[in-house]
Antibody, heavy 115, light 113 residues
Framework: QVQLVESGGGVVQPGRSLRLSCAAS????????MSWVRQAPGKGLECVAV????????YHADSVKGRFTISRDNSKDTLYLQVNSLRTEDTAVYYC????????WGQGTLVTVSS | DVVMTQSPLSLPVTLGQPASISCRSSQSLVHSDGNTYLNWFQQRPGQSPRRLIYKVSNRDSGVPDRFSGSGSGTDFTLKISRVEAEDVGVYYC??????????FGQGTKVEIK
């Protein structure tokens, strides 16, 4: 069965960095585009980054452009989100989701940015 | 980006009664391939979102048939024929036509009266 497992979240100070990971299993990872979607506490869903199946095409939301970078390693069936220069407003649960229609989601990893 | 607008944002319902959520997009969601990539998601308290409906009206595997989707172009609706206690949560529409990115509606909170 399809599984997406995020990791790498934690409590960090403003300005610091983290690398989030999403380990995929149960499907041919290298044939699917992938997304990172975040949800701030008590708020809605925001797609912050997207990557094509082959890693060539990438999209980053304006709110994170220049600070976050999406990447993937198809040999390891893993999706990444490098998050730099973190701000308090980046505090959220970060989910990875499969495909442009988000048919499968992980359980999420919580990033808390606080001094 | 496309803007997705849901209404109402809060929906108190009586158990066993129907419920309906509207979702409107700022642009037509008809893709050049002829499909309309409008999805509905359910997020129960403390859980990850789960897709219920894809391409306007197709239920995902395991989704009860009391959930149905309809609509076309820019106007879409999610209906629950008879609300059950396990349906409490927040429901989101999302467009996958003008992608990237996937754009979500604000969410509609369904609660029991």
């Amino acid at each position: 069965q399809v599984q997406l497992v995020e990791s790498g979240g934690g409590v960090v100070q403003p300005g610091r960095s983290l690398r989030l990971s999403c380990a995929a299993s149960g499907f041919v990872f290298s044939t699917y585009a992938m997304s990172w979607v975040r949800q701030a506490p008590g708020k809605g869903l925001e797609c912050v980054a997207v990557i094509s199946y082959d890693g060539i095409n990438k999209y980053h939301a304006d709110s994170v452009k220049g600070r976050f970078t999406i990447s993937r390693d198809n040999s390891k069936d893993t999706l990444y989100l490098q998050v730099n220069s973190l701000r308090t407003e980046d505090t959220a649960v970060y989910y990875c989701a499969r495909d442009n229609n988000a048919d499968y989601w992980g359980q999420g990893t919580l990033v808390t940015v606080s001094s | 980006d496309v803007v997705m607008t849901q209404s109402p944002l809060s929906l108190p319902v009586t158990l066993g009664q129907p419920a309906s959520i509207s979702c409107r997009s700022s642009q037509s969601l008809v893709h050049s391939d002829g499909n309309t990539y409008l999805n509905w998601f359910q997020q129960r308290p403390g859980q990850s979102p789960r897709r219920l409906i894809y391409k306007v009206s197709n239920r995902d595997s395991g989704v009860p048939d009391r959930f149905s989707g309809s609509g076309s172009g820019t106007d879409f609706t999610l209906k629950i024929s008879r609300v059950e206690a396990e349906d409490v949560g927040v429901y989101y529409c999302m467009q996958g036509t003008h992608w990237p990115p996937g754009v979500f509606g604000q969410g509609t909170k369904v609660e029991i009266k």
